[in-house]
């Protein structure tokens, strides 16, 4: 067991993840108190309880996942089970958001079952990438902000580009709790950039 593991026990969060998000927020600002967030992936819950705790009482949070979430004690977080690819996601979140808002924040720390052929999962990863950035296109306010998880490999600098035709600013960061053999690393998106077809 190591060192993330034994201390997201003992901090009662649902996994060693939490922290990679905890760093991700301290650095770059994502998550601010009383946001909209929609987490992607979000199974067993470790980036929920982070997104809970800094968007407080007057945020929201939405997780999904393909996964059941086992459920929270807190009324301002909503667990899905659904399939991030599927094509009525989108839909489907907007369903419980109120007064049909916009999303503040869109976090994926999807990942698919691996597989151990890394060309497979390598594509299979960036694959989900997509469709998380295909999902804050359609849910995030102009200024919204989001981290999407991706594997190292030929595909990745493809997919950069892709997020940098939507985001005005977009940072490439590996935290401390990422295990040291693991190649992924998480695009950082900030202030979504809008057509004058969106204004």
């Not at 600098?157 to 940072?171: R, T």
């Amino acid at each position: 067991m190591d060192y993330y593991y034994r201390k997201a026990k003992a901090e009662g969060y649902r996994s060693r993840a939490a922290y990679k998000l905890k760093e991700i927020n301290g650095k770059y600002n994502v998550i601010r108190r009383g946001n909209i967030v929609v987490d992607l992936g979000a199974a067993p819950g470790g980036w929920i309880q982070v997104s809970r705790e800094i968007v407080g009482d007057d945020g929201l949070v939405i997780g999904v996942d393909i996964n059941e979430i086992e459920k929270f004690p807190w009324s301002n977080v909503i667990t899905i089970q659904a399939d991030i690819t599927d094509e009525k996601i989108v839909e489907i979140i907007r369903s419980v958001i109120p007064n049909g808002r916009m999303v503040d924040v869109v976090l994926s720390d999807a990942a698919p079952k691996i597989s151990g052929i890394w060309d497979t999962d390598h594509a299979r990863q960036i694959f989900i990438a997509e469709n998380a950035l295909k999902i804050a296109k359609e849910l995030l306010k102009p200024d919204g902000r989001c981290v999407i998880k991706v594997f190292q490999g030929p595909l990745l600098n493809d997919f950069i580009n892709k997020v940098k035709g939507e985001f005005v600013e977009v940072k490439i960061f590996k935290p401390s709790a990422s295990r040291k053999e693991s190649s992924e690393v998480y695009v950082i998106a900030k202030r979504r950039k809008i057509s004058l077809s969106q204004k």
